[in-house]
């Protein structure tokens, strides 16, 4: 039963990522893009404007970055699962954990 489930969240998985790649027209590419436009702002502003940079500062922010991205589009995809699942919630029976 624990198998069918894992599928389940996989498959999910699988077709969100696919369906978010879709709502942009640079698609899967605005991924890797987004990341090195924050970048780019960042580095521009703190350590050639504001000269607050310092040694290996362009790595520490893009590492940073790409952290803080991945945690924001968890949260806010975490608050909306439930409201956006509820159809699939009074269809079967499936523990809400899952989700």
Do not use: C
Request: glycine share 8%; net charge positive.
């Amino acid at each position: 039963m624990s198998v069918l489930f894992f599928d389940l969240v996989v498959y999910r998985g699988v077709a969100d990522m696919r369906a978010e790649a879709n709502r942009s027209y640079l698609g899967i590419l605005w991924w890797v893009i987004e990341p090195i436009l924050y970048l780019l702002v960042f580095y521009l502003v703190f350590d050639l404007g504001l000269r607050r940079g310092g040694e290996h500062f362009a790595a520490t922010l893009l590492t940073g970055l790409v952290v803080w991205k991945w945690f924001d589009a968890s949260v806010r995809s975490a608050a909306m699962v439930l409201p956006e699942n509820r159809g699939l919630m009074r269809q079967v029976y499936l523990p809400k954990l899952l989700l």
